[in-house]
């Protein structure tokens, strides 16, 4: 029997001394003693009854027991669904209901909260915390530490990671083994890993950045990771003289050249840093290197696709642009029709190959509207690639707003502003912010009842923080073109230098 997934990425470090985490408490995990924990938590799924292709919705703080747990889950065929933690109760609703999970799995301090969401769904809740008493952790504490894993194939479901659209209810992309086990070769050889290699992880493992990039690339070739549990500026500056390689947001970088004490000697010895999830300024680029010496290697990826192309690491890394196609990825610039554009035209980026996803869990008409009979995939963003190859992203067809690399979806936000009183109705657009990148924005038509305090504790109770409007731009009413349909292009343009002066 074979399970490539787990195959690949874990068995073959099965019994190993080698170092694989390193927490901030002194900590280190070796790769055979995480694969010892991940066994243990398997022979846990099966003794909670789950069968392969069932659904275990995860909502915990990023810790070596989460991590195991999703090697649990490959090893038993359990469909794995990271959730964001700032996600709220009401947001959760959704998700673990219509995943159908039969699990969740959850941090002490969410367990009443999320107790009735889980009884909704029918689903049973257990909490994560390694050590406390009744917890899943504690359940397995006593269990075989070696495990068969279940026989898989590359077409096998492996998790589905939720993006929400611009209108209508949130996606659950469908990755299979294939996907995520072929994106983690050839990102490891594109960026050429080694087991020399240590990774600076400061990014959170609830979307594929985190989780399917840079953990996966490590597990590759059995690079040790040192394992934050978030980006803090001290912890990074510590942390940088033991490592070789940083994964980062633009927000990270940002936040780095902000502090005098990063300076080239501090990054002398590293040999690579990657940036993704939303677009890097040029301006950072040419800091960075002014600084530095080292030129940041961007790419380009989305939730439905892990990653689509990079910045050579032998050749030129161009900055404003993601690089070329990686291997095994094909990619097109094309017209509304789906028709290909020649090089040097803008158009709607299309991409096909195997880390493409599947489609969305149980959307067969949204699948077939974005995914072609052909394989390729509409991506929705806006591109031009030259005629050497190397692709600029120059928009987004949808009105996708990305802060701090998190992503945010205007029409969610504007739904719990719509439903306030005194607001007639609302548009949320993302606008230039010197350490995100991007924020949000609500700009309000009302009828003067609204309140602005209101508003914000209104998204506070129903959203994630980082969905929350930094301003609130109060008007008599929107602005709409001669169709009647709101311009938030121009709203945009207006609030451009809003955060940024």
């Not at 927490?23 to 991940?38: E, K, Q, R």
């Not at 504690?138 to 590359?154: C, E, F, M, Q, Y």
């Amino acid at each position: 029997m074979t399970n490539p997934l787990y195959d690949r990425l874990f068995a073959v470090h099965t019994g190993s001394r080698a170092p694989f985490l390193a927490t901030p408490d002194g900590g280190v995990l070796s790769y055979g003693a995480f694969l010892m924990m991940a066994a243990q938590f398997a022979h846990r799924l099966n003794g909670l009854g789950l069968e392969p292709g069932d659904r275990l919705a995860l909502q915990v703080e990023k810790s070596p027991e989460g991590l195991a747990l999703y090697a649990a889950c490959v090893a038993t065929g359990v469909v794995l669904i990271p959730l964001n933690t700032a996600y709220t109760p009401a947001e959760l609703d959704y998700f673990i209901g219509d995943s159908g999970a039969r699990l969740v799995i959850c941090d002490p301090g969410q367990a009443d909260a999320l107790a009735a969401v889980a009884a909704r769904a029918g689903a049973r809740i257990e909490t994560m915390d390694a050590g406390g008493a009744g917890s899943f952790a504690d359940g397995a504490t006593d269990l075989p530490t070696s495990i068969t894993p279940v026989a898989r194939t590359n077409e096998d479901l492996a998790a589905i990671l939720y993006t929400s659209g611009t209108t209508g209810r949130s996606k659950g992309a469908m990755l299979s083994q294939g996907n995520l086990l072929s994106n983690a070769l050839t990102l490891a050889a594109a960026w050429r890993f080694a087991q020399s290699d240590v990774l600076l992880h400061a990014l959170p493992v609830f979307h594929t950045h985190g989780l399917f990039v840079a953990t996966n690339v490590c597990l590759a070739c059995g690079a040790q990771m040192i394992y934050l549990p978030r980006f803090d500026l001290d912890a990074m500056i510590a942390g940088l003289p033991q490592s070789t390689v940083m994964m980062g947001v633009p927000t990270f970088y940002t936040r780095l050249l902000g502090d005098p004490r990063f300076d080239a000697d501090l990054a002398g010895h590293m040999r690579l840093f990657v940036s993704g999830s939303a677009p890097l300024l040029a301006e950072t680029h040419a800091e960075f290197e002014a600084r530095t010496g080292h030129r940041i290697l961007e790419r380009y990826g989305m939730t439905e696709t892990n990653m689509n192309t990079s910045n050579p690491y032998e050749g030129e890394r161009r900055a404003g642009t993601v690089g070329l196609p990686l291997p095994g990825v094909e990619l097109k610039v094309c017209d509304a029709d789906g028709t290909e554009l020649p090089h040097g035209e803008i158009g709607v980026i299309e991409v096909r190959g195997p880390n493409v996803f599947g489609g969305y869990w149980q959307m067969p008409d949204k699948t077939a509207a974005e995914l072609r009979a052909d394989g390729f995939f509409i991506t929705g963003d806006l591109g031009v690639q030259g005629a050497d190859g190397y692709v600029t992203i120059v928009g987004r067809g949808k009105d996708l707003i990305i802060s701090g690399g998190f992503n945010v979806y205007p029409k969610e936000v504007e739904e719990v502003l719509d439903a306030q009183a005194g607001v007639i109705e609302s548009a949320v657009i993302g606008v230039p912010h010197p350490d995100l990148g991007e924020t949000v924005v609500a700009v309000i038509a009302s009828d003067g009842g609204a309140d602005k305090a209101a508003l914000s504790d209104a998204c506070a109770n129903a959203l994630a923080r980082f969905k929350h409007p930094r301003a609130y731009v109060m008007r008599q009413a929107l602005p709409r073109n001669t169709m009647g349909k709101v311009q938030k292009a121009a709203l945009r343009d207006e609030l451009k230098a809003l955060f940024t002066g």
